[in-house]
């Protein structure tokens, strides 16, 4: 089975702070993504990399940033959180979804972030 | 630019009855159609998909869904529901090619009353 692992469940961070939250797939996937979930509003795409060292611009990349140093690993960053990135983050991998293949896209558990 | 509508935020069934979660989309060319399903406090978990071929898609839990492309929908069925069947159910659709990425709808939340 596909194991998408979020290091943190639950994190509670102070205004201004620096905010790391990191996942690990073990399926040796190409694709990892970084999702945003609200209530009302669904999941909705921060960024995600088709590559190592490689990353695009979600629908909702403001605020945020990425690293993918090794194919397994890719972390969100928040650079400075605010009170309105207090949500459910989402990482996500799968293969490649180029050409054919409807790839699955296989979840982590998700990560509570309260910025308080 | 794809999209997904899921009309109904919630759908109360009662348990034994049949259920379904309607899902519509748009997308240039044909699409890639997904469900999934969310636990309370957890990731979420696949259920299915259309890629090609049959328009009744069989998936997990005893759960299916019909691709109409003439009404551009993607309804998830269960001819029985259970009160273990009670989640936040999402569908998705991506198209066919390219690097685009899939798009989520809102989500419909499912309660089976016993």
């Known amino acids: 089975d596909v194991k998408v692992t979020q290091s943190s469940r639950y994190l509670v961070k102070r205004t201004g702070e620096k905010v790391f939250l990191e996942c690990v797939q073990d399926?040796?996937?190409?694709?990892m993504f970084w999702y945003r979930q609200d209530p009302g509003l669904g999941l909705r795409l921060i960024y995600f990399?088709?590559?190592?060292?490689?990353?695009e611009k979600g629908d909702i990349p403001e605020g945020y940033s990425v690293s993918r140093e090794k194919k397994e690993r890719f972390s969100l960053i928040l650079e400075s959180a605010s009170t309105n990135q207090t949500s459910m983050y989402l990482c996500?991998?799968?293969?490649?979804?180029?050409?054919?293949?409807?790839?699955?896209?296989?979840f982590g558990e998700g990560s509570w972030l309260t910025v308080v | 630019a794809q999209s997904v509508a899921q009309p109904e935020d919630q759908v109360n069934v009662a348990e034994g009855n049949p259920l379904t979660v309607k899902c519509t989309y748009s997308?240039?060319?044909?699409?890639?159609l997904f469900w999934y399903v969310q636990y309370p406090n957890r990731g979420l978990q696949f259920l299915l998909k259309?890629?090609?071929?049959?328009?009744l898609v069989k998936g997990s839990y005893g759960f299916e869904a019909e691709f109409n492309k003439s009404q551009t929908s993607f309804h998830l069925k269960k001819p029985s529901a259970l009160v273990s069947d009670s989640a936040l159910y999402f569908c998705?659709?991506?198209?066919?090619?390219?690097?685009?990425?899939?798009?989520f709808g809102k989500g419909t939340m499912l309660l089976v009353s016993p």
């Open positions: 996500a991998s799968s293969l490649p979804s180029q050409g054919i293949g409807g790839n699955t896209i296989y």
């Open positions: 399926m040796d996937h190409e694709n």
């Open positions: 990399s088709y590559d190592v060292k490689m990353k």
């Open positions: 997308v240039s060319g044909n699409p890639y």
């Open positions: 259309y890629i090609t071929g049959d328009n």
């Open positions: 998705a659709v991506r198209p066919i090619g390219g690097y685009s990425t899939l798009t």
